[in-house]
């Protein structure tokens, strides 16, 4: 097994909230111990970090992996070798695959590909609802026996409340985690901006910020009744937040994430019509994005996730509002997130406590932190490092990113899982 110690290295710990210089000390797949000064001269592999961040590797709530079906957009390889070059080291899986992942053979399925495929942890979510279809809900003891995480039918909102509600239940006596898409279905239903004097000029058939803030009350209605577990997989808007912020005081068991678009991006950035800015929910106002920005500050919202959803050439090289959405983030989720570093918005505590620790967290696992005993699941950057993004050069089979050209900064240096290395800079 393996025993290394990480020296001179910038330890990253979300749990205490430090950023400080120390060195780190991995034996068999997990923390042995940690310090600060003069590292201790037991015989193991000594790695110099060179004084570069090293912190918990990244887990990635609501990764597209297009198997079954569209392995042609992204396979559990590719993402695999994706994820481990952006310091991802747990991706978890949806279910919106062709067909969707609703019963225990399916998941099964994806699971042995995933083992067979991919240097990182996989963990897979299972659909809440047959085909994703809103209708009879799924078997989730038995998925959940199969290996299912999380609950969810991804962008598919659950338009009938009694099917919800008696999901929600069922959820609530086998102790699942319910992960839905807060936004009302009818105002949303072929959005592809949101409202405003932008979507006018453009001529786009857009949404209002209230239509998030719609499907967040009803879900937190229904949490009141039935007392599940739930994560909101996006929160994009400012007038979702008070909501938010009410159901956490009243001690729903709720938890809200974001993804790193809407943390980075506005609506203006669609600019004339570029496809690769065609995101679900739609990209928001920079009013909406500084306030999600200070909720992740603050804790309101717990996770940043990639959303990573591939799209091939053709489904993106069409008019905007025909065009598919969604932009592939395993390797952009990190320098985009440094974006907010480097603007003195967000300390790398807070980014790595809402893209590792919450999420671990949430998913009941023990990674995400430094502490001794947490498995070694590690991420070794240079959060200054400047580079022009070239999205051929991407490990996804996708390349729909909407970063290609732009300026950036921090790469990653090495990844490790369990104490393995999976990634290597060249």
């Known amino acids: ?3 290394t110690l990480f020296t001179n290295a910038r330890l990253i710990d979300p749990e205490t909230g430090t950023d400080s210089p120390g060195w780190l000390h991995v034996s068999d797949g997990q923390i042995a111990a940690r310090g600060e000064g003069d590292a201790p001269t037991p015989e ?68 042995r590909r995933a083992q067979a495929d991919t240097p990182v942890n996989v963990l897979p979510m299972a659909a809440l609802t047959k085909g994703r279809e809103g209708r009879e809900m799924t078997e989730i003891g038995f998925l959940q026996d199969a290996g299912a995480v999380a609950f969810t039918d991804c962008d598919h ?29 009818i105002l ?16 786009l058939p857009a949404v209002s910020p209230m239509a998030e803030r719609m499907g967040l009350d009803r879900d937190i209605a229904l ?12 929160i994009t808007t400012a007038r979702a937040l008070p909501a938010l912020e009410r159901a956490k005081r009243n001690g729903l068991d709720i938890t809200a994430g974001t993804s790193i678009h809407h943390l980075t991006l506005n609506e203006l950035d669609v600019a004339d019509y570029r496809t690769f800015f065609k995101v679900k929910p739609p990209l928001r106002s920079e009013d909406d994005r500084q306030a999600v920005i ?7 919202i717990d996770t940043i996730s990639s959303m990573h959803t591939p799209q091939d050439e053709e489904s ?50 023990d990674s995400g932190r430094l ?42 240096t090495a990844t490790f899982v369990a104490g393995q290395e999976v990634y290597r800079r060249p």
């Open 1 to 3: 097994m393996n025993n």
């Open 44 to 111: 193991a592999q000594v790695v110099d970090c060179g004084g570069q961040c090293l912190a918990p590797g990244i887990v990635d709530i609501g990764v597209k992996v297009c198997e079954p079906g569209e392995r042609h957009k992204e396979s559990y390889k590719s993402a695999g070798l994706a994820a481990a070059a952006g310091g991802v080291t747990t991706i978890v899986t949806r279910p919106d695959t062709s067909p969707a992942i609703d019963t225990p053979e399916s998941l099964e399925f994806v699971t």
């Open 157 to 185: 909102m659950i338009a009938n409340t009694k099917v919800f509600s008696r999901a929600l239940t069922y959820a609530r006596a086998c102790g699942a985690l319910v992960i839905a898409h807060p936004q009302e279905p």
């Open 188 to 203: 949303s239903n072929g959005a592809a901006a949101t409202s405003g004097k932008f979507a006018v000029l453009r001529g």
């Open 223 to 234: 949490l009141e009744m039935t007392g599940a577990a739930y994560h909101a997989d996006q």
């Open 294 to 300: 200070e909720a992740v500050r603050t804790g309101l």
């Open 316 to 365: 993106k090289r069409l008019p905007f509002e025909e065009a598919a959405s969604g932009a592939v983030a395993l390797e952009t989720l990190l320098p985009a997130a440094l974006r907010l570093y480097h603007a003195g918005q967000l300390d790398l505590p807070t980014l790595f406590r809402a893209m590792a620790l919450n999420p671990a967290k949430r998913l009941g696992l």
């Open 371 to 412: 502490s001794e005993g947490a498995p070694a699941d590690l991420v070794l950057f240079d959060p200054d490092m400047p580079f022009v993004l070239d999205r051929f050069s991407l490990k996804s089979k996708s390349q729909n990113t909407p970063f290609d050209g732009q300026r950036m900064q921090g790469k990653v």
